[in-house]
Each structure stands twice: as structure tokens, then as C-alpha cells.
């Protein structure tokens, strides 16, 4: 089945910097990569996703990169502001024995420093 | 407003004692999951269902119970089987197989 692999798991910027966050997955097949966002103590939010026909999108400071040769794909977060800070999981979808369900990497835990 | 609503927010149980956890959704959406989060990890699969009347065990469903009698709900049950139940428990619903899932707002189980 999909596996997914997130790194890095913690993550120090300065505001204003740029932070990147990588995943890879191991299923040619899957074809959704959506990103969430989890503050303390609440649900993960969808920030943004991307599916396999496209190789980037972006949403204001918010971009996801995607390469289908090598698996991966990439959350870039620009012009970091402190209430970017929370965890980030990454996520591909599988079409096999899961019926279609999501794969959550492990997460990143973004701290920005003012 | 359409949303998922996970209910209550904190929840205490003794030790032996079952407990439901509650999550409902006016998203019409089809399929519903359960999931739990430990201190500094990621989202664990308890169980999921895809359609009313049926659901399927993720990779740690010992010890834990679900039913999916309604669209709109899909409580899980805690145990006295499952022996470490103390956790942040997450639901969560998909409108078909071509979007991401809508998440609640968690249920924190704490055992006294």
C-alpha cells in the first residue's frame, strides 16, 4: 500500500523567511496530495492540495510543488508571519485496498520566531 | 453553516468504564473516519466507513467500536478493551473519493 515520508519533522524560521516542507510517497498510482494545517488543540484545516495533472499551485504565500517522476511533492510557505506556526501533515490519496483514503505523512511542527 | 461537529471537547473516563465520543455532519458527505492523535504524532486510522450501514477497520481498531446507522453520524466507542485510550480522537468526513476531508475539532479522552 501508499506510504508517506515528511520531513523534516520540526522546523525553526525567522519571520519573513521562506520554510519548506518535503513529502514522498511510494504509490505511482495516487494521483491527490492535499496539505493540512492543525493549530493546538483544534482539527486539521486543508490549506491546499494538488492533484497529479499539475506541477504547482500556489495560494497567496502558500505554494505546493509536485514531481510525479520522483514522488514528491513540496509545501512552500513565504514571507513566514508567527501565526504560520502549528504542525503541517502532507497526505496522498490511494485508490487501492483503502478505497480512495488519505495517507498522512507524520507532520512538521513550524515554529516562526518573531 | 455546514460543518462537522465532534462532541464533547474534553471527556474524562475511569479506568473499565466505556465511552462514546460523538461526531456529526450536515455536509451530506458520504464517507466518515476516525482517527487518534498522540502527544507530537501523527494521525493513527481507527476505523472508517464509506456508506450507511457499513464500515471497515483501520490499523488500530482493537479495543475501539464504531456504527454508522445515519449519513450524518458515526459515533466511535471507547472500550475497557483498549488499554492506552487516553488521546486526542479526530473525526472527520469526505465528500467523494476526488476531495480531502473535512475535519471536527477533536475530542480529548483523558483517563483518571
Known amino acids: 500500500g501508499e506510504n508517506v515520508e515528511q520531513h523534516p519533522s520540526t522546523l525553526s524560521v525567522q519571520e519573513g523567511d521562506s520554510a519548506v516542507i518535503k513529502c514522498t510517497y511510494s504509490d505511482s498510482a495516487s494521483n491527490y496530495f492535499p496539505w493540512y494545517k492543525q493549530e493546538l488543540g483544534k482539527g486539521p484545516q486543508l490549506i491546499i492540495d494538488i492533484r497529479s495533472n499539475v506541477g504547482e499551485k500556489k495560494d497567496q504565500r502558500i505554494a505546493v510543488t509536485l514531481n510525479k517522476t520522483a514522488k514528491h511533492f513540496s509545501l512552500h510557505i513565504t514571507e513566514t508571519q508567527p501565526e504560520d506556526s502549528a504542525v503541517y501533515f502532507c497526505?496522498?490519496?490511494?485508490?487501492?485496498?483503502?478505497?480512495?483514503?488519505?495517507?498522512f505523512g507524520k507532520g512538521t511542527k513550524l515554529s516562526v520566531k518573531p | 453553516d455546514g460543518g462537522i461537529t465532534q462532541s464533547p471537547k474534553y471527556l474524562f473516563r475511569k479506568e473499565g468504564q466505556n465511552v462514546t465520543l460523538s461526531c456529526e455532519q450536515n455536509?451530506?458527505?458520504?464517507?466518515m473516519y476516525w482517527y487518534r492523535q498522540d502527544p507530537g504524532q501523527g494521525l493513527r486510522l481507527i476505523y472508517y466507513s464509506q456508506i450507511v450501514n457499513d464500515f471497515q477497520k483501520g490499523d488500530i481498531a482493537e479495543g475501539y467500536s464504531v456504527s454508522r446507522e445515519k449519513k450524518e453520524s458515526f459515533p466511535l466507542t471507547v472500550t475497557s478493551a483498549q488499554k492506552n485510550p487516553t488521546a486526542f480522537y479526530l473525526c472527520?468526513?469526505?465528500?467523494?473519493?476526488?476531495?480531502?476531508?473535512?475535519f471536527g475539532s477533536g475530542t480529548r479522552l483523558t483517563v483518571v
Open positions: 455536509l451530506n458527505h458520504d464517507a
Open positions: 472527520a468526513s469526505r465528500a467523494g473519493v476526488d476531495y480531502g476531508y473535512t
Open positions: 497526505a496522498a490519496r490511494n485508490y487501492g485496498g483503502s478505497q480512495g483514503n488519505l495517507i
